[in-house]
């Protein structure tokens, strides 16, 4: 600060300019007080100075009023009138304060405004009357004026940006508010207003200084009044120390009672034995060999723990001492303080071991088994003797935590870990880490990974996985059956880094899954490259939209009776500029996978919809929609504003859906489809008879139309064989429902005269249409209308 500004206090540490203007404060503790403390002052204040500034504004108004018409007072008025309201509302609900007021940010901001606010009301209320009076009633007003930011000044006079304010916005308002050639509008004028704002800031400045560091000063000395306090408390009634006086020899001189109850031997027996014959010197370490060197060198020491063996617990100390010396100089001894630390170096020993081994299995962690790991590519790579990683995942871990409880859960993988440290421990020569990586995941590491042992050992882990695990009480059910894959990779020869070796064994267990799970695979390089296609194929397929690499086809529906076209379905084909067109069975399951099914999805509807807003209004388009699009919240809302979009009515839009939707009973699903019901569009069930199928399913939805399977109509040759059974018992079921029934694959013309016998209402296949480009089919359907 300068000199003319210094506080008439000593400057207290982290106390300056930016604390003093509030810039620079933390939003509660300390702070929120100081602010409590500000606006506490400001509310004592506001009583008498509120009446002060009323009588002003009367006293004004009544004498100068009538000079200036009331519409360009009026706004200031009621301004200056609304605040005073507010401030005497509040100090008329105030509630009496039982301890420190505190004050947010907001709060402190909210008050400083308003004063801020009302200022310049004032400055207003004086733009507006001052050029209308006479030069004796200006020097009246400016009077009163002074005497306005004097008493608001006052009133805040711990907050200096609210000073500030009312100075800037007064003070600058009483400026401007002179005519030219008024007698005020004369610099000795300026000058003396000047330095009153700089009384008055000053004043503000070091009055908010004085009470901020006599604040802080009270605030330190009751900190440190309370640490003293809980130290002598701590030390007196607790007795977690203990002094501790020794001779030049090392050799007990003073023996407290607290010293002698931890130690569990009597105060008699301990004086003069020396200190090192405590301890223990097998486990005491370098801890015991510094207490040793320090006595003997006299040197002080701090903190060192020892082993203190008291029967058969064996405990621990922290000691620290500092060398004493007799009124001659001479080397008498040491003095200093002890304490038990047991318990928090068994918490750290206990952190240590949650730090590092999983708490459930008692395995090594993934901390633990990144370390082993990174040890064993070294070594291999080096010595460039194979080691190995296997990675072992349960198959069907989570059926037992759904069915049974996560308690059952829990034992099972107890039993997991149990078994697979019995076989490594039974069937590995050399090193091994067996960790859990989370979840129903684990990993074994290998240092010895030459020959078949570590194939042996994967198809063991397979093997002993397959075997049922009892889960006694925890589920009342007996036991489980649950199976693992294991996949697993050699460094250094499929891989000669950690990351690259997590990646190959990840491959090997990923090619398990795909092959139907329950088997032992090793990593080849056809793997990583077929893993490195897939993601080529990804990151394709997501671009792929934005390319404009998406087709629509359309493939008519026909109506059995007339063969006249009822709609078209629409069919997604990708065209891939080095793959050329890539089949739906090899993208859509990649595109479920990673969620873009989600976009693409969106833009079929969009894109089916407005050609079909092409088509005559009696034809319509069928959209398959996959299970990951039915989870998304949003669908309903998206189809509405395709169907707005391109006027196209909602009861020709059906969605064709599949049984298998149905299986997981998800809640969301099903507010998804009662949306899009009462959206008005209709529902196609698709691939019935095939795979998961059951009466209940059609229940599930308001399906209006079945499509049989092309299977079933490949195989139906003739009236009375089994194919032609199934599907007349399908279209009679679908009759029965009010449910019209589409024959797919129907691509002669034998087959069409069967199905339209066996009842189907419409039929889709070859015969009337392949899929074809949107053109086509609108080029299609209008000429049959025109014939």
């Known amino acids: 600060m300068t000199a003319m500004l210094k506080p008439p206090v000593q400057m207290v540490r982290d106390l300056g300019w930016r604390q003093v203007l509030g810039l620079d404060q933390p939003g509660d503790g300390f702070w929120a007080e100081v602010r409590g403390q500000q606006l506490g002052q400001l509310s004592r204040n506001i009583p008498f ?63 400083t405004c308003e004063i801020g606010i009302l200022a310049l009301f004032w400055s207003g209320l004086l733009h507006a009357l001052v050029p209308e009076l006479p030069a004796d009633s200006q020097t009246v007003i400016m009077l009163f004026s002074l005497i306005f930011m004097g008493a608001v000044t006052n009133a805040a006079a711990t907050m200096p940006v609210a000073v500030m304010l009312v100075c800037f916005f007064i003070g600058g308002g009483m400026v401007l508010a002179l005519p030219a050639g008024a007698p005020l509008h004369h610099p000795l004028v300026g000058f003396g207003l000047a330095c009153f704002i700089a009384i008055k800031l000053r004043s503000a400045l070091v009055t908010t200084y004085h009470t901020m560091a006599r604040l802080k000063s009270e605030a330190d000395l009751q900190e440190q009044g309370e640490v003293v306090r809980l130290l002598l408390n701590e030390y007196e009634s607790n007795g977690s120390d203990w002094l501790l006086e020794l001779d030049a020899r090392g050799c007990l001189t003073h023996v407290t009672v607290r010293f002698a109850d931890v130690a569990r031997r009597r105060r008699a027996d301990m004086l003069g034995q020396p200190v090192l014959a405590l301890l223990d010197p097998v486990q005491g370490g370098a801890t015991t060999a510094a207490l040793v060197h320090a006595i003997k060198e006299r040197e002080p020491f701090r903190d060192l723990v020892v082993p203190v063996p008291l029967g058969r617990d064996l405990r621990w100390w922290a000691l620290s001492g500092t060398p004493k010396q007799d009124e001659a100089g001479n080397f008498t001894g040491f003095r200093g303080v002890g304490r038990d630390v047991t318990e928090v170096r068994r918490s750290q020993e206990r952190i240590a071991q949650l730090a590092r081994f999983d708490p459930l299995t008692g395995l090594a962690n993934r901390s633990l088994f990144r370390e082993s790991l990174d040890d064993l590519v070294e070594t291999a790579t080096l010595s460039g003797k194979p080691s190995a990683l296997l990675f072992v995942d349960l198959d069907r871990f989570k059926a037992v935590n759904d069915c049974f409880g996560h308690a059952a859960g829990d034992l099972l993988l107890r039993q997991v870990a149990q078994r697979l440290q019995a076989l490594v421990k039974a069937h590995v020569k050399g090193g091994a880490t067996v960790a859990r990586l989370g979840g129903d995941e684990f990993a074994i590491v290998l240092t010895d990974g030459s020959g078949d042992g570590v194939q042996m050992i994967a198809e063991r882990i397979v093997k002993d996985m397959s075997r049922p695990f009892p889960l006694g009480d925890e589920s009342h059910a007996g036991s489980a059956v649950v199976g693992a894959s294991v996949g697993w990779a050699l460094a250094p020869f499929d891989a000669q880094t950690p990351e690259d070796l997590l990646k190959c064994a990840d491959l090997a267990l990923y090619r398990v899954k795909e092959q139907g799970r329950g088997a032992a695979c090793r990593f080849t390089p056809e793997m990583a490259a077929a893993a490195a296609e897939r993601r080529k194929l990804e990151a394709d397929l997501a671009a792929a939209q934005e390319r404009d690499q998406l087709r629509l086809l359309f493939q008519p529906v026909v109506d059995s009776d007339d063969e006249r076209i009822t709609g078209f379905e629409a069919l997604l084909r990708w065209h891939h500029p080095e793959l050329g067109v890539v089949s739906p069975l090899d993208f859509i399951p990649l595109a479920e996978e990673t969620g873009l099914i989600v976009p693409i999805g969106e833009w079929v509807v969009d894109e089916a919809l407005a050609w079909a807003a092409r088509w005559p209004a009696h034809v319509k388009v069928s959209v398959n929609l996959s299970a990951v699009q039915m989870e ?82 490949k195989r139906a040759t003739a009236m009375g064989d089994e194919a032609s059974a199934i599907i007349q018992a399908i279209v009679r079921l679908a009759a029965s429902l009010d449910m019209k029934t589409t024959a797919e694959g129907t691509e002669t013309r034998a087959a069409f005269e069967l199905c339209r016998e066996l009842g189907c209402t419409q039929v889709q296949g070859f015969l009337f249409g392949k899929p074809m480009s949107p053109e086509e089919a609108t080029k299609l359907v209008c000429e049959e209308v025109a014939a």
Not at 74 to 79: D, E, H, I, L, S
Not at 670 to 681: E, H, I, K, M
Not at 692 to 706: E, H, N, V
């Open 632 to 713: 998304e919240t949003n669908l309903p809302d998206v189809i509405a504003g395709a169907l707005a979009r391109h006027g196209v009515a909602p009861e020709r839009l059906e969605l064709e859906i599949t049984e298998s939707l149905f299986l997981a009973e998800k809640p969301a699903v099903v507010d998804v489809l009662a949306r899009l019901t009462a959206l008005g569009v209709s529902f196609a069930l698709d691939d019935f008879g095939t795979g998961y199928s059951a009466l209940g399913t059609l229940q599930k939805a308001s399906f209006s139309r079945i499509k049989i399977d092309r299977s079933f109509v």
């Open 49 to 111: 100075n509120l009446t002060l500034l009323a009588m002003n504004l009367v006293a004004v108004l009544a004498n100068f009023g009538t000079a200036v018409n009331f519409d360009r007072l009026a706004p200031w008025m009621v301004g200056i009138a609304l605040l005073v309201g507010l401030w005497s509302l509040r100090i008329v609900r105030r509630r009496p304060s039982t301890g420190p007021r505190r004050a947010d940010k907001s709060e402190h901001l909210r008050v």
